[in-house]
């Protein structure tokens, strides 16, 4: 598939094939990184299939591991780790545009097009002051929840392992990693509400995308908000709120998860698995011990995701927005689709189904070769599936016992994941062909 890619020069390539190839090259370089014996802990270094499947998770966001990463891999392995997922985080072209700047490169027109489509941005316009925010936005929230961290963890080690905890975790937060270097994600910090909150803080953030964090900020009347905030708020907060409730119902009684908690503890668990599954992936309560009816409804939340333009994964949150506002104007019998006073554009709406059906598409296929290559039930593969999909991380135990087969479908799963499933479709398509003429229309019965 990358050989179609391989064989055109740059000047050639369109802005989803240019950002395929510079995600790949990111990832095979990290591959090798991770080969190398100072890696890891193990003697020989790691293999290509699993260095590759961690360097592909932490470019691509996503916190599934093949290999305990705190005893995997050495100080050297982790920084290497954490790079990556800095790098995947904020895309490749904002820390080739921060690398320009620092030499004082100008940003040409194809490389401000390659920047729109990583960012998933309207228009090419302001995108380099929008680098600047990013990168300025980036650097001060990871250092305020590294530094909450550092005072909350200097309770239980030294302070340059509580500093370097803290930044990594941080960093890991923020992206929507997932990664962690405790063994056994957050659930030694099951009840701790400043681990809890500053992990949390940090993956919705992350999460809301960089164009609504700038708007924000920036806005000086709360009228003058743009409709793809107002979208992006709405459908955040009416998950995380009904996310709570369900698993908090789900969970309450539950002796190997939030059964034996206290009630405060329960509520803060419940906030914190319905934040996480938004593309983050750590963990206070153990994921395998979960009921059937929890892990089903986790995967809705981990196939939604997080929202565009941000260091999270999934079909975005403004996507199923459009879906269900689509579905709702139809169902009242409007031919408009209207929203806070506003008109959504056709063209809008095409996307939104193009980005579902490719994405729900890639999921059932990749579910269905799984159940034949994989053991587990069937419901452990969809998460399993869905959590790389969505760059989540989150996993039932069953990432370290994939086979050769069903890792690499894994890597190719969090891989188009993160580059998007259009972009990544469209990489690989023909370019259209647009003629001067339409055919006649005719109308076709469904339902």
């Known amino acids: 598939m990358f050989k179609k890619l391989l064989n055109l020069n740059i000047e050639d390539m369109s802005t989803a094939q240019i950002l395929v190839s510079g995600y790949f090259v990111v990832i095979i370089t990290g591959t090798f990184l991770l080969m190398l014996p ?4 193990q003697s020989g270094g790691m293999s290509f299939l699993n260095a590759l499947f961690t360097s592909t998770s932490a470019t691509c966001v996503t916190g599934l591991i093949v290999v305990n990463t705190a005893s995997a891999f050495t100080v050297f392995g982790q920084l290497v780790i954490m790079i990556l997922i800095q790098i995947g985080g904020l895309g ?12 004082g490169k100008k940003i040409t027109l194809k490389e401000r097009l390659i920047i729109q ?16 925010y990013v990168i300025g936005f980036t650097l001060m929230f990871e250092g305020i929840g590294a530094l909450i961290m550092f005072f909350r963890l200097l309770a239980d080690y030294e302070p340059l392992r509580a500093f370097y905890l803290a930044v990594f975790h941080a960093v890991s937060a923020f992206n929507n990693a997932g990664f962690d270097l405790f063994g056994n994600s957050l659930e030694s910090f099951t009840g701790d509400i400043t681990i809890n909150f500053v992990v949390m803080s940090l993956i919705i953030i992350g999460g809301i995308g960089f164009g609504v964090i700038t708007e924000i900020i920036n806005i000086k009347k709360f009228k003058h908000i743009s409709l793809q905030t107002k979208i992006v708020f ?3 907060g009416l998950l995380i709120i009904l996310g709570m409730v369900v698993i908090f119902g ?7 998860t939030m059964g034996k908690l206290k009630f405060g503890d329960k509520m803060l668990s419940s906030l914190f698995l319905s934040v996480t599954p938004r593309t983050a992936g750590f963990n206070t309560v153990p994921t395998g011990s979960l009921r059937n009816s929890t892990l089903f409804f986790i995967v809705i939340l981990m196939f939604i995701g997080a929202s565009p333009g941000s260091t999270g994964g999934g079909i975005k949150t403004t996507t199923f927005g459009v879906m269900a506002l689509t579905l709702w104007n139809l169902m009242v019998g409007k031919k408009d689709i209207e929203v806070f006073n506003r008109q959504l554009e056709k063209d809008i709406i095409f996307k939104a189904i193009a980005i579902t059906m490719i994405s729900a598409g890639l999921v059932v296929l990749v579910t269905l070769v799984l159940t034949i290559t994989e053991q587990g039930s069937f419901l452990e ?13 989150l996993s039932t135990g069953v990432t370290p016992t994939l086979s050769k087969i069903g890792r690499a479908l894994i890597i190719f799963t969090m891989f188009a994941g993160r580059v998007g499933p259009l972009t990544f479709a469209v990489a690989f398509a023909e370019k259209e062909r647009k003629g001067i003429y339409h055919y006649p229309t005719e109308d076709v019965m469904v339902g």
Do not use: C, Y
């Open 250 to 256: 789900f969970e309450f009684t539950n002796p190997e």
């Open 38 to 41: 100072s890696a890891t802990t």
């Open 234 to 236: 709405l459908i955040s």
């Open 117 to 132: 489509e990583d960012l998933n941005q309207f228009k090419i316009s302001g995108l380099v002051k929008l680098i600047r």
């Open 92 to 103: 490749i072209m904002t820390m080739s545009t921060l690398v320009a700047f620092v030499i």
């Open 381 to 393: 593969i969809l998460f399993e599936t869905v959590s790389a999909f969505g760059t989540v991380g």
